[in-house]
């Protein structure tokens, strides 16, 4: 974890003025941070909005650090200080960060003798020692270079105004940081509520949409259980009605199998008959049993049939019975046919 950052490589040619304070004595208004994006060689990407350097302003207002914020030659810490931040402010467009350095006499002569013409601000992480808290974005301190980051900071040069601080009304009283940081943690609060509220509406469409997942995965269970129920059922269906038609079928030809020897019954009576009855010969049964006339009748003897038992002594006039008609029928015959060949 960076513990802090030194924002360096970085220069303009704009002249940072030396000035007299009644105060602090000799000072320069450094210009730190400007809202913004930077991309860092070291530390990648770095975004300075009001929010952050208005926090680290608070914070160097509450001395967080216990200490005064010493500027130091090239990021030497431990040396001994050019100057001492004695405060923050920002301008008028709240848009920049500065800060009022004053400067020890070594600091001075650096700054006069050119010595140095660019400075470096260093922020990051602070833990108190004693309490353990931890406070991020705090300013650990301000190193003269000739290689600063970040390249909008003016250069430091001797200056004969002697003035006071040149924020004067454009510098924000703490009232107007309290309320613009409360605006800006306002706005932060209210974008952190919608995005959880929108984090929960989309908790809910997935929990809904996996509920419709599911109950089409269901559905589309059901369906194929069905198809397939209703597949057995038609093959069920479609093996009973096959059987049924080959039932039906086997059932026919038995029918007709009897039919035809209950047909074939009825003619072996019937013939017998007629031969009982003289009316026919042997000779004429397979064309009678046929059904064809024209055998039936060359069958017949040449001498006739004799009728004579039957006391009908060849009169033809008689009418024939219903039997003999069912015979006629049976061969094809007319009456009158059946009366030219005997009476049958």
Known sequence: ????????KYHT???MKLEEHPAYGHISRLLLFKLGEHNHPMYGKINFTFSKLNKMKSQFDDRVR???IAVDYGHNAYEEAAGWVQELYFNEENNELWGIVSWTPAGKKAVED???KYHSPEFGQYTDSETGKEYNDVLMGVALTNRPFLKDQPAIALSDEINEPQ???NKMTQEELLAKQKE???KE?????AQRKLDEQKKVQDAIQVENDKIKSDADAIVKETEAKEAAKLSEKEIEIKSIKENNKLLSEKIEKMEKASEVERKEKAFSKLLDEKKAVPAMKEAYMKGDMGAYAAAMPSEGLNFSEQGNSG???EPITAEEKKIANSLGLSEEDLKKYGNM
């Open 66 to 68: 216990k200490i005064d």
């Open 189 to 193: 609060t209210a974008m952190n509520e």
């Open 13 to 15: 040619n704009k002249n």
């Open 114 to 116: 050119r010595l140095y």
């Open 315 to 317: 009169n033809n006039d």
């Open 184 to 186: 800006l943690d306002d």
């Open 167 to 169: 924020n004067g009304d």
């Open 1 to 8: 974890m960076k513990t802090f950052f030194y924002l360096d």
